[in-house]
C-alpha cells in the first residue's frame, strides 16, 4: 500500500513535470508517510484516496514553489540605449538570482546579452557581450562563483519583439538567463 | 542628308531612355558639373560620352560590357537598342566601316564596337574625335553557359576601360553579403546569386582574402563561435587559431593573406586579436581594454596598420594602430558628447582615406577620414547607411541602405556622388566587395 501510494506520488510529480514544462520539484519533498493516518475502524477504507489527494496538494505546491524561482532565476533584465550598466531598478531582479544561486549550488546559468536592431549590427555583438559580462560581475560581487556563469551574446540577432519603435528597442535590449544544469531541484532561498 | 538627321533625331530621341543612363533617385550628392568636353584624353572629372555601338549578335554581351563601363562613373554611357545599323551609318574604310559623325553629334566621344568571332568576341575602341580605331583585341570567351562566362565579359568591360582612362574598371570582381544569416556572394553588377554557407547556422561578417580564393567569417552558434576561412574553390574551411572558444567578430586579412585580425569576446570585454592563418599558429592580442570593446579591425594596404573601434572614450569611435598593437592613437576625430557613435570602418585600397558609418541624429550615415589630415567628410545623408566596402577602384563604396525600405546594397561613388541599388533578392547586409579577381584565384 505505502509503496503504491509512493508510485502514485512520483507519477504525479512526473506528470506535473510533463505538463508544467518545467522540472518537478522534489524538494521539499511531499510525505506520504506523513499523511493523516487511516481512522482506526475504517468499515470503508479510502485512505488510499486521500493520501493521493493530499500528495497530489503537496506535489503541487512544491511545482508552484519550483516555479516561482525558476521564474525568478529567468527574469530578464534590460539597459538603456547602448549602455552595458545594469539599471538600478534591476538590481533587486539580480538578488533574487543571487540569493537563489546561494541557496542552489549546482545550478549553472548562460547569461545572452542581446541588442536592440539601432546600431551596428558587428557592435551590437560586442554590446550584447558586454551586457551579458556586466550581470555576471554583480552576481560574482554578491558573492556567486563565477565559473557558474556563462557569459553569451546575440547581439540583434534574437529580436524579442520584432517591432521598430521605442517600446520594442526597450525589450530587446536585454539580459536573458538560462539554467544549464542543477535545475532540477530549485531551492527557495531562505 | 535629309534622311541621315532623321536618323540622328531618332538617335538621339533613344539615347537618354534607351540608355539606362538616368542616375538613381536618391542622389545623396549633386552630380559633379560635366564641364565642356575638350578632348578624348580622359581627365578626372569629366564623363566623355561614350557609345556602344550597334551591331549584329552578341547583345547580352553589348548590355553587360555596356552596364559594366556605365558603373564606372568614369564615362556618360550611351547604349544604342533596337537601332538598325543601315549604310549612311557606315564610313570609310580608316573607321572599320563606322560612321564617327553620327555618334559624335551624340556627345560621344568615345565608341565601343564589338564583333563576334568564333569562340571570341573583337572588341575596338573608336577614338570619335580622331576618327580613328584607338585599341583593339580580340576576347575569348567561353560558352555563355559556362560559370566564368559573366566575369570574362566583366573583363572586356575592365579593360576597355583602362584602354579609355588608364585605369581598369571594376566589373570582375564580386561581393560577399550576409542575406538570412547565410554567406552569399554576387558579381559586381549584382548577378549570379551563390550561397556559400548552409542555412540553418547564422554566419555574419564574411571578409575577403586579398587574392578573392578564401573569405573569413563568424559562425555564430548558440551566442558564441569562431572564425572559420573557407576556400571558394573546394569549400573546405579551417578554424583561426585563438577564435575555438567564446565569441569571435569582424575578420579581416592582412593583405598578403597570412593573418587574420578579428575580434574576441568574452567576459573581459572584446579585444583584438592577429592570428596567423597561413601557419596556423600564433594567436596575439593586440588591445587591452577592460571592460571596453575593440573590435572591427581592418589593414592599411602596405599592411603596417590597423584601424578598428573602440569604446575606450565611450561610445564606439575609429582608432588607429601600428599591426603589432602598439602606437594606438583616435584615427577620426569627435566632439564628445555630440559626434554619435562610429563602426564598420574599411580601410580604402590606395590607403589614403578609412570609410565608416557614424551616427547622425539617429541614422547612421557614411564618411570618410583622409589618414594624413584626419579630416572628416560626410558622403550620404538620405535614410540610414552603413557597412561600407570599398570597391577595388578605391572610388565607389558598397553599402546598406534602407532607402527603398528594407535593408538592401548600394553602391555610391565618391568622385560624383551618384548612387545606385545593387539589385539583390530580398535584404542584404554586411557587404565585402573583392579586388580585381585573377583568373587564378577565381573558382568556377
Known sequence: MRATSLLLVLATAGLAAACGGKPAPEQPAPEP??????????????????????????????????????????????????????????????????????????????????????????????????RAAAAKRYLENKGIDG??????????????NAGHDEAAYAQNRRDEFQVTAGGDNLVAPQ | MTRLLARLTCLALLAPFAAGITPAAAQ??????????????????????????PG????????????????????????LRDVAVTSEGRGGSESGGVNYGIYRTLGAEFGVELTETAGAVTVRLHDLNAGKVRNQQSFTLPPATDPGYRLEVHRVADEVARWATGTPGIAASRLLLVS???????DSDGETLTPLTPAGQTSLSPAWSPDGGRFAFTQLGAGRGPIAVQSLGSGAALQVPGTATALNITPAFSPDGRLVAYAHSDENGTDVYLANVADRCCAQRLTVGRFADNLSPTFSPDGRRIAFVSTRAGPPQIYVMAADGTDQELLAPFDYGATGSSNAPEWSPDGASVVFHREVAGSPQLFLVDVSGRRVRQLTSAGRNEDPTWGPDGRHITFVSDRSGIRQLWVIDVETGRVRQLKTPGAARLPAWSRRLSRTAVAP
Do not use: C, W
Not at chain 1, 542581446?114 to 557581450?129: C, M, Q, T
Open chain 1, 33 to 130: 508517510t506523513a499523511a493523516p493516518a487511516p481512522p482506526t475502524p475504517a468499515p470503508v477504507d479510502d485512505s488510499a484516496e486521500r493520501r493521493r489527494a493530499d500528495s497530489i496538494a503537496a506535489a503541487n505546491a512544491a511545482s508552484e514553489r519550483g516555479r516561482a524561482v525558476a521564474a525568478d532565476l529567468a527574469a530578464m533584465i534590460n539597459f538603456e540605449y547602448d549602455q552595458a550598466a545594469v539599471r538600478t531598478t534591476d538590481q533587486a531582479t539580480l538578488d533574487k538570482k543571487a540569493a537563489i544561486l546561494a541557496a542552489n549550488p549546482n545550478v549553472r546559468l548562460q547569461i545572452s546579452g542581446h541588442a536592440d536592431e539601432r546600431g551596428s549590427d558587428e557592435y551590437n555583438l560586442a554590446l550584447g557581450n558586454r
Open chain 1, 147 to 160: 565559473a557558474r556563469l556563462e557569459v553569451v551574446s546575440y547581439g540583434e540577432e534574437r529580436p524579442l
Open chain 2, 28 to 53: 545623396d550628392t549633386n552630380q559633379v558639373n560635366e564641364g565642356v568636353r575638350v578632348g578624348v584624353e580622359y581627365q578626372p572629372g569629366l564623363q566623355p560620352g561614350l557609345v556602344v555601338l
Open chain 2, 56 to 79: 549584329a549578335g552578341l547583345d547580352s554581351v553589348r548590355a553587360i560590357v555596356g552596364r559594366d563601363l556605365d558603373y564606372t562613373d568614369r564615362f556618360r554611357v550611351i547604349i
Open chain 2, 180 to 186: 538570412g544569416g547565410r554567406v552569399y556572394r554576387i
